[in-house]
C-alpha cells in the first residue's frame, strides 16, 4: 500500500482547516453537497451525449448517512466519480495554480485567512474542520477500477484500488470527538436547508429513529432506519422572480461560488422571444483572487434546459467580465454543443450581448456605497473593457472611475465635465507609475494655478494603453497635459519677449547638456518650480509607449524636453553665473531634479550627488 505526501501547499492548508480557521465549521457540508453536485451535472451531460450510457437507468442523487454508533458522516453521490489519476490530481495535488495564490495571500490573521479560502473555495479541504480521518472511494464512470483515497489530514494519503459496484463517490467521515453535533438529524437538515437547498438534486439523508410498539408496560423501543429528502431540489434560477427571497439568492450564490462573504449585486433575468434563456449572475463583494492570473477559472456555468453543459468555458462572458459567477441556461443551444461550436454559434453570441448589457446596466444602478466598493474591486478590469470592448465602450466610459488633481475620492467623466469648461470640451489627465509623485509634478502648477482639474492617472501598465485610444467622452476630447501647452495667463507678445530676453540662457543650457535633452524651452506651465521635463508628442517614439507596455517590453529612452521657469529665483541668477563649471552643475541640476520630480532616475545619479554637495558647500 503505497503512501503519498501531500503537495506542500495542501499540507499547509490542511494544517490550517485542521486548526479550525473556519468561523463556522457548517461550512463543510455545503462544500462537499456542492462538488456532489457538480459530479452528477457531468454524468447528466454524459449520460445525454454519450451512446455508452444513454440505456443506463438514472437519476442523480445525493445522499447523507448519519451514524451515532460509529461516530460517521458518509456523504455519496451518482456523479461522474473518479479514477486513480484524478484522486491524486484533485485531492493530493493543486488542481490550480490558485491555491498557490491563496496560500501566498494568507496574513496570519484566523478571520481574514478564513474569508481568503471562503472566496477561494477549497472545497474538499474544508473537510479537516470536522475529520480525524476521511476515506473518498470513487469509481469513474465507464472504468471498471474504483480506488479509495485514505487520509488524516496530517501530510500524507493512501490510494488503493477497492470494489465498487456503481459510477460515483461516498465520502466517510470519522468525525472529531468534538465535532459530533453533525450526526444529529436536525442539525444537518439545518444547514442543508440553509445552504442547498436549491442543489438541483435530490438530497436524501438516512438516519436512525427510535419509535415505540406496544401499550402501556409492553411499550417497548425500537430502533428504526429511515431515509428521506431534505431539500427542495429545484433549480432556483427557473423559478419566478415573485417566489424567491433575497436570502435564497444569497445562499444559492454561496453554493455555486464557495463564496463567505454575501455577493454585491445579483440579477435574474428570463429572456423569451426568438431565443429563450434565463441568467442568474452575481457580482462578488471581493475581486476573485485569480482575477488577474492568465489561467482564472471562469464563474459562469452554461445549462441547456437544466442540463449542466459546462463550467469552463471563457467565452460565455467577455474576458473583462471575468470575475461575474453565475448561470445561463438557454432552451435552444443543443444538447452536445461542443466548445467549437459555442465559440462561433449565433444563439450564444445573442446571450453573450444581451448578459453584457444587463451586467453594465446592473453595475450602474449600484448605490453610492456599493458602486464605490465596485470601482475599489473592479475599476483596472472596467479599463480592459474600454479597450477591448467597442460595443459598449460608452457605458464602460460612465462607470469607470479615476483619481483628481483637485476633488476627494474617485471621479467620473461625467463628474468632471460637469465642473470643467464647457466652451474648451477638454478633459486633461497626466500618467504615471506614482500617485503622490504625479500629485506633485511641476507639470500640474499652471493648472492649479489656473483652477483647472486634472484627472491622476497612476494604473501606468493599464492606463498608458488605454486612455490614449479614449480619443473623445461624448464631444469632449482626452488631453494628456505631458504633451500639450499648459495655460497661461501671458499675451503671445509677452510670450515672445520672454523667449528673447532668455534666448542666449536656453542656447547656453542647450549646449551644456547636449544629446541629454532634445530641447530647451521657456515654460509657461511652471509657477513655483525652476524646471520640468515634458514629452515631445511629436517624436515617433512617444507615441508607441502602449504598444511596448502591452508588449511586455521596456520602452526605449526618448529624449526629453526641459522647460525653465523664467519667473524662478535660481534660474534668474543662473543668468549672471560666470564660471563654467558651477552654470554647468546647476544646468544638469535643473535637468536631474526635473527627473526625480517625474519619477525618473538621474542618469548619473554619482555625479548628481557631487554637484548638490559641491553646491550645497558654496551656499554655506
Known amino acids: 500500500m503505497a503512501k503519498h505526501q501531500f503537495q506542500t501547499e495542501i499540507g499547509q492548508l490542511l494544517k490550517l482547516m485542521t486548526h479550525s480557521l473556519y468561523s463556522n465549521k457548517e ?8 462538488n456532489a453536485s457538480d459530479a452528477i451535472d457531468k454524468f447528466n451531460y454524459l449520460k445525454l451525449t454519450d451512446d455508452r450510457f ?3 437507468e438514472w437519476s442523480g442523487k445525493i445522499s447523507i448517512k448519519l451514524d451515532k454508533e460509529d461516530g460517521s458522516l458518509t456523504i455519496g453521490d451518482n456523479g461522474i466519480g473518479m479514477n486513480e489519476a484524478d484522486l491524486m490530481d484533485n485531492l493530493g495535488t493543486i488542481a490550480k495554480s490558485g491555491t498557490k495564490a491563496f496560500m501566498e495571500q494568507m496574513t496570519g490573521d484566523a478571520k481574514k485567512d478564513s474569508n481568503l479560502i471562503g472566496q477561494f473555495g477549497v472545497g474538499f479541504y474544508s473537510v479537516f474542520m470536522v475529520a480525524e480521518h476521511v476515506d473518498v472511494i470513487s469509481k469513474k464512470a465507464g472504468e471498471d477500477q474504483a480506488y479509495k483515497f485514505s487520509t488524516d489530514g496530517t501530510g500524507e494519503y493512501e490510494v488503493t484500488p477497492v ?9 466517510y467521515i470519522k468525525l472529531k470527538e468534538d465535532e459530533k453535533e453533525f450526526l444529529d438529524k436536525w442539525r444537518v437538515e439545518e444547514v442543508v436547508k440553509k445552504y442547498s437547498n436549491h442543489i438541483p438534486y435530490p438530497i436524501m439523508l438516512n438516519y436512525e429513529d427510535v419509535e415505540f410498539e406496544g401499550e402501556g408496560d409492553d411499550k417497548k423501543e425500537k430502533k428504526v432506519v429511515k431515509t428521506e429528502q431534505i431539500n427542495e431540489a429545484t433549480a432556483l434560477w427557473t423559478l419566478p422572480k415573485s417566489e424567491l427571497k433575497e436570502e435564497d439568492y444569497i445562499e444559492f450564490y454561496k453554493t455555486i461560488s464557495h463564496d463567505s462573504e454575501d455577493p454585491l449585486t445579483y440579477l435574474h433575468n428570463k429572456v423569451e422571444g426568438a431565443n429563450e434563456f434565463t441568467t442568474l449572475f452575481y457580482i462578488p463583494n471581493t475581486a476573485p483572487m485569480d482575477l488577474y492570473r492568465a489561467d482564472y477559472q471562469p464563474g459562469v456555468k452554461l445549462y441547456v434546459k437544466r442540463v449542466f453543459i459546462t463550467d469552463d468555458e471563457k467565452e460565455l462572458l467577455p474576458p473583462y467580465l471575468r470575475f461575474v459567477r453565475g448561470i445561463i441556461d438557454s432552451e435552444d443551444l443543443p444538447l452536445n454543443v461542443s466548445r467549437e461550436i459555442l465559440q462561433e454559434n449565433r444563439i450564444l453570441a445573442n446571450i453573450k450581448q444581451n448578459s453584457v448589457k444587463k451586467i453594465l446596466t446592473a453595475i450602474k444602478k449600484l448605490e453610492d456605497e456599493k458602486f464605490d466598493r465596485f470601482v475599489s474591486q473592479y475599476n483596472r478590469v472596467i479599463k480592459e473593457g474600454i479597450y477591448t470592448d467597442y460595443t459598449n465602450k460608452e457605458t464602460l466610459l460612465e462607470i469607470v472611475r479615476y483619481k483628481s488633481s483637485s476633488q476627494e475620492g474617485m471621479v467620473s ?3 468632471y465635465i460637469s465642473r470643467a469648461d464647457s466652451e474648451k470640451k477638454e478633459i486633461y489627465y497626466i500618467i504615471g507609475e506614482d500617485e503622490k509623485v504625479l500629485r506633485n509634478s511641476p507639470l500640474l502648477e499652471a493648472y492649479k494655478k489656473a483652477n483647472i ?8 501598465e493599464v492606463d498608458s494603453i488605454v486612455t490614449p485610444m479614449i480619443g473623445q467622452y461624448k464631444e469632449w476630447t482626452l488631453k494628456d497635459i505631458t504633451t500639450i501647452e499648459a495655460p497661461d495667463s501671458k499675451t503671445e507678445e509677452e510670450k515672445k519677449e520672454i523667449e528673447e530676453e532668455f534666448k542666449p540662457l536656453v542656447e547656453k543650457i542647450k549646449e551644456t547638456l547636449g544629446e541629454e535633452v532634445k530641447e530647451v524651452k521657456i515654460s509657461t506651465r511652471l509657477t513655483e518650480s525652476p524646471s520640468c521635463v515634458i514629452k515631445d508628442s511629436s517624436d515617433p517614439m512617444a ?7 502591452q508588449m511586455g517590453q521596456k520602452m526605449p529612452e526618448i529624449p526629453l524636453i526641459l522647460e525653465i521657469n523664467p ?9 549672471k553665473v560666470e564660471d563654467d563649471t558651477t552654470f554647468a552643475d546647476m544646468a544638469w541640476l535643473l535637468l536631474d531634479t526635473a527627473k526625480l520630480s517625474e519619477g525618473l532616475e538621474p542618469k548619473d545619479k554619482t555625479a548628481f550627488a557631487q554637484r548638490i554637495a559641491k553646491l550645497a558647500t558654496r551656499a554655506i
Open 27 to 34: 461550512i463543510f457540508l455545503r462544500e462537499l453537497i456542492s
Open 54 to 56: 444513454k440505456e443506463e
Open 163 to 171: 470494489v465498487k459496484e456503481s459510477h460515483g463517490t461516498v465520502i
Open 413 to 415: 467623466f461625467e463628474d
Open 453 to 460: 482639474e486634472v484627472l491622476i492617472m497612476d494604473d501606468y
Open 543 to 549: 507615441g508607441m509607449a502602449a504598444m511596448f507596455a
Open 567 to 575: 519667473d524662478h529665483e535660481m534660474i534668474k541668477k543662473l543668468e
